[in-house]
């Protein structure tokens, strides 16, 4: 019996109907506070869907307004461009600038990020193209396993030799195929109910064993735009030999199988492609350790180096990757970085003209710490009391106590390093330190948490100085 509720289902906004202002409000159910960055974000983003409509001969020539966010480690540079990502199902890259080296220099190369942006985009079309393939994958996998579990009838035709007719006669073909068949469906029924899953079976599999091959080189194999597997996969397929299985593993190793003929991956890597080149989005994190200028001696003598072989990259380039050529020229380019000893004028003029956009992120107060641990979605009380209610105990906190967190947060940000809202983490970890520990086995089993018990479990610790850089 269908029961019909009063009301409407809203549905979900596909990110194309989406104004900046709805994008904001998006954002706002994962990071608190920081108006001017999402903002700055939204619009980017709206852009983005803006140029798709422009006549391609316009659309060329419209070039994504890369952003630099400075603030201060833990106020939402990172979750921002992360959320943003998510929302409009974007190849999206986090990567460290300090991780790469100047040309000549031994250590990770600049384009190798757009070849790692590349795999990511590879995997996500590769996903999309499985669910669409998923339900006709699944029935092929169903039959091949019924015509292992219950093979086929061959032909048993009769031939009467006395008759001067030589045509086959059927001893009642009809009822043979309906018995067979309703005997099929029963196994059918039992396979997808799962009672057949521990059930062995013989398989043929054909294995696949790749040679271990080393190149001497400043980039690894994949990044020298080389697909070893594809090259060679034929010469060493391996020898098909037969294997016993679980009908459960069976079916999974047969999935794969029909994932792989019915997925076309060179149309996969297109799409990849152009997905990177239209919708990609790098988040180029700590680029204000790369923006000192050259010292001339010390570990810190590519920093400029490093910024000019970025430059292309952001400006517009075409970099070779094993799936084909990838530009870069609508990549969508997120920086982020304290700035607390350089500042963004250090960085060479030439990146910092592809870095139109600058929004500076606020420092995180009392209130808004109060606010993170209770606003966003998943946030950080929520977080701990659903953990502990798998194993049946009930964490319930005072609005004094959550004042009383904030006010340590805020204070031990204070007195030793600025990390903003990471703080609240380390915090909350020794405030449910006895409680995590003991688990299962604590009594009672709610747990009542006020402004008493946070002050009884973190003064002491707070008061130290010393202490409280080890710990918090």
Known sequence: ??????????????????????????????????????????????????????????????????????????????????????????????????KFTEVGYVGRDVESMIRDLTEISIDMTRQEKIEEIAEKAELNVEERILDILLPPPRSSSLYDFDSSSQEPIEPDAGARDEQFHRSREKFRTQLRSGKLDNRLIELEVREKNFPVIELAGPQGVEEMGINMKDMLGNLFQGRSKRRKLRVDEAMEHLMQEEEERLIDMDQVARAAIERVESAGIIFLDEIDKIAGRESGHGPDISREGVQRDILPIVEGTTVNTRYGMVKTDHILFVAAGAFHVSKPSDLIPELQGRFPIRVELDS?????????????????????????????????????????????????????????????????????EEISFEGPDLQPKHQHIDAKYVEDKLLETVKDQDLSRYIL
């Not at 904001?24 to 939204?42: I, P, S, T, Y």
């Not at 619009?43 to 409509?53: E, H, S």
């Not at 109060?370 to 049946?392: D, F, H, S, V, W």
């Open 1 to 98: 019996m269908v029961i019909y509720l009063a009301g409407e289902v809203d549905e979900e906004i596909r990110l194309d109907d989406m104004t900046p202002r709805q994008i904001v409000a998006e954002l706002d159910k994962h990071v608190v506070g920081q108006r001017n960055a999402k903002r700055a974000v939204a619009v980017a983003l709206r852009n983005r869907i803006r140029r798709q409509k422009l006549p391609p001969e316009m659309a060329v020539d419209v070039m994504p307004k890369n952003i630099v966010m400075i603030g201060s480690t833990g106020v939402g540079k990172t979750e921002i461009a992360r959320r943003l990502a998510r929302m409009s199902d974007s190849p999206f890259l986090k990567v460290e600038a300090s």
């Open 364 to 432: 995180l107060t009392v209130e808004d710490f109060k606010r993170i641990l209770t606003e966003p979605k998943n946030a950080l009380i929520k977080q701990y009391q659903a953990m502990m209610e798998t194993e049946g105990v009930t964490i319930e906190f005072a609005p004094d106590a959550i004042d009383a967190i904030a006010n340590f947060a805020a204070r031990v940000n204070e007195n030793t390093e600025n990390i903003g809202a990471r703080r609240l983490q380390t915090i909350m970890e020794k405030l449910l």
